[in-house]
Nanobody, 121 residues
Framework: QVQLVESGGGLVQAGGSLRLSCAAS????????MGWYRQAPGKQRELVAA???????NYADSVKGRFTISRDNAKNTVYMQMDSLKPEDTAVYYCNAEVQVGSWLRPRDYWGQGTQVTVSS
């Protein structure tokens, strides 16, 4: 089994910053891409940012220049620094990781439980 444990959400005023963390643990052979998604009330879950095991990144247009994703491969942990937060960033943020649990198995997606980020105006 693989678990993704998130931390770092909370309430912040517009213009403020938060840093999310997500650690993968369990029976892990290799972690491939890791990323953050978010889901606001009444909206579909959307990709916010992702990073490959080699460090290549991509971001949603709405967060480019404000959010920075990074990872520590030795710790199987992904981070997302969120600066200049806006009320429209309010959502539940979910960590995602593509994990291979054995060399003979295909990687599959795992999800964290979600962490609430609320930005007040």
């Amino acid at each position: 089994q693989v678990q993704l444990v998130e931390s770092g959400g909370g309430l912040v005023q517009a213009g403020g910053s938060l840093r999310l963390s997500c650690a993968a643990s369990g029976s892990i052979f290799k972690v491939y891409a890791m990323g953050w998604y978010r889901q606001a009330p009444g909206k579909q879950r959307e990709l916010v940012a992702a990073i490959t095991s080699g460090g290549s990144t991509n971001y949603a247009d709405s967060v480019k220049g404000r959010f920075t994703i990074s990872r520590d491969n030795a710790k199987n942990t992904v981070y997302m620094q969120m600066d200049s937060l806006k009320p429209e960033d309010t959502a539940v943020y979910y960590c995602n990781a593509e994990v291979q649990v054995g060399s003979w198995l295909r990687p599959r997606d795992y999800w964290g439980q979600g962490t609430q980020v609320t930005v007040s105006s």
